[in-house]
C-alpha cells in the first residue's frame, strides 16, 4: 500500500484517474492530508524586505537593520512559514537527504519563480550554491528542482567548504558575523554585467546569505538582484 | 571521531571523506542488496546515485556512502558486575540454570514464559556473568515501550558502561559493554554481540521481518549465542527455533505461583453505540473501588467515541493513546504515577505496561486485529503484582470468534500446566 512520505501513514486516498492511466502520481498522491495541512502559506500583509507575515505591510525589524546598514533590500518573497512541519520537512529533504520529497514544492516553487521573473523582468535565474563536499555527500542541490531550466539559469558562484559551515550549526550571532563566503566561478564574472539576477533558496533565516550572494553579484555589476526563498 | 564507536558498529561515511585508520570499509550496495539492511528497495539521486528506503528511518546509506567498522576487541574500560540479590523462586531458579547452561554449552535458546512469569529477572544471573567474563551484551525488543521500563530495571541491578538505543532518542552513541535498544538500533551493528537478548520476539514490528531478522544474525558475533524471549509463541517461531537446532524453556507459571486470569466473554454487538448495562457496572466498579483500568479498542477512530462513553459515567481522570500518539510514553508514564484511572488505547499498549491492580476491558475483542496472541497479552496485563495477584479481563465481543475462545483455551491449559509441575 502507498505511504505517505513523510509520516508512513498509509494513503487511504483513491488514485486520480490519470494515475491510472499513466501511472504519473503527483506530488498530492505522495503525501497524506494531515502533513499537507500542516503547512502554513503565506497570505496577506507581508514584508517587503524578507516576504514574512506582517500584520501591517510594513518594513519588519531584521530588514530595518539591513537598510541601516546600507543594503538594497532584496525583496525577499517566500510561499511558506517556516514553522515546525516546514522545519521537519526541512530535516528530512536536506539534512537527512530524502531526495523523493523534492515533488512536494517543485511544482509551486517553480509557477511562483515564473510568475517573479516575468513581473521583474529577471533575465537570469540562480541558486545558492553548496560546496562541492556537501554535494558530493548529499548528492543533489536542495533547491534545483525548483527552479524552470528555461528561464535563464545560470549558476555562477562557487562556495568553498571551509566557509559554508552548516548553518544550522551556528548560532544567529555567528551567521550574522560570516564574511563573504561566495565566488566567481571561472569566466563567469564579466556575464553578470546589467543582469536583472533571482536569487532561489531554501530558506530565509537571517538573510545573511541572500545578502552575500547579492553583493557579490552587484560588484560584477548586476543591474538587479531580487530572492524567492521556499520558507521565511 | 573516536575510534571506540566504530568497534562492532556499521558507520555511514562518505565517500568523498577520508575513512579513519583502522577502519574497515564495506559497500553500501552489493548485488541490488542494500549493505546495511539487506534491503532491496531503492530511491535515485541526482545522476545515477541511489539510496536504501528499507533502512531510511535510521539514516539514509546512498551510493555515495561506505559502511565502517572495527572489528569488536570487547575493550571495555572496566567489566561491569551485578549488584542484584533478588531472589528468585524455586521454578525461576532452575530456568535461570538451564539458561546459563545452554548458553555455555553454545546454543541458541528460546524461553516461553507467560506473561508476569519474571522473565527479566530469570535472565540476571546469565547477563551478570557474561558481564564478568567481559563480553559484550545486547538486550533488545521490537518495542521503544518495552525498552524504556526495562532501562532503570537493569541500571538498578548491574553497574556497567550501558547505552539505551532507541529511535527519537537524541544523546550520541557512545562505546558500551551492556547495550539496551530497540530491534532497529541492531541495523547499526555488527558482530559486536556475544550474547544477545531479544525480548518479545513475537512483536510487531520483528515478527516476520526478514530484514530485522537478518540484522539480528549479523549483529551477534559468529561465536556469539542468541536468547529470545516470548509469552506468546506462534507455531512459526516453536518450529523455526527447534529446525535450528535451538533449545526451548518453558515456565507456565507467574513469579507468584497464581493462576493467569481468564477472560470473561461477554456478548454485546453495539458497544460502539452504547455501553451495555453490565459493563457500566463493571467500569463503574473499577471507579469505585479505585481500580486503574484500561480499555483497548481495535482501531484508532474507536478512541474518541469510547473515551466520551466513559468520561460521561466516570468521574475520574483519563485519556487516550494510539501508536502515533506523539505524547504516548508520557501518557503511560502518567498513568503509573497515578495521574490518570484509566486509558483507552489501541493495541499498542497490549505490552510493556506493567502497573500494580490493573484491570482490563477489551471492546470489539471479535475484530481481526486482535490476534490470539494480542489477546493474551491484554490479558497479561492483570494480576501481575503479588499484592493484586487477581483481577478481571473483561472481553466484549458480538460473539465467540475463534481467536478469543483459542485464547482462553491456551490459558486454561497453561494454568493446567502450571499446577501439574
Ligand atoms: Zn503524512
Ligand atoms: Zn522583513
Ligand atoms: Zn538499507
Known sequence: MEQCLLCQQSLTSELTL??????????????????????QEITGPICPGCGRMSGDARLCQDCQTWQDKGETLIENRALYVYNQQMKDYMARYKFIGDYRLRVLFKGGMRKHICRRVRAEKIDMVTSIPISSQRLQTRGFNQVHVFIPISKGFLEPLTVSDNHKVDQSSKTRVDRL???????????????????????????????????HASARLKSAGAAAVFSITLAR | MNLEEFYGRLVTWPKARECPEGTVAMPSLLKGRCGRCGGRTRATLHGKQSYCLDCLTIGRVSTLDKLLTVPEPNDFETVGTMHWNGQLTAKQEKISCQLIKNYSEGVDQLLWAVTGAGKTEMLFPLIGQSLKRGLRVGFVSPRVDVVLELAPRIQAAFSVSLQVLYGEQEEPYRYSQLVLGTVHQLLRFYQAFDLLIIDEVDAFPYRGNRLLERAVRRSVKSSGHLVMLTATPSKRLLDKVKERGGRLLMLPERFHGQHLPEITLHVHANWEKRFSRRLKQLLLGFERQELPFIIFVPKVRHLIPVFRHVTAMVPSNGTTVHANDPDRLKKVADMRAGHYRYLVSTTILERGVTLPKLQVVILGADDPTFTKEALLQMAGRVGRSRVATEGVVFAVASGPARTIRAAQKEIRLLNEKAGMD
Open chain 1, 18 to 39: 490519470l494515475t491510472l492511466l499513466t501511472g504519473y502520481r503527483g506530488a498530492q498522491e505522495q503525501f497524506c492530508q494531515t502533513c499537507l495541512q500542516k503547512f
Open chain 1, 177 to 211: 558575523q560570516t564574511t563573504q563566503p561566495f565566488e566567481f566561478k571561472e569566466g563567469m564574472e564579466p556575464r553578470i554585467r546589467g543582469r536583472r539576477i533571482l536569487l532561489v533558496d531554501d530558506v530565509y533565516t537571517t538573510g545573511r546569505t541572500l545578502y
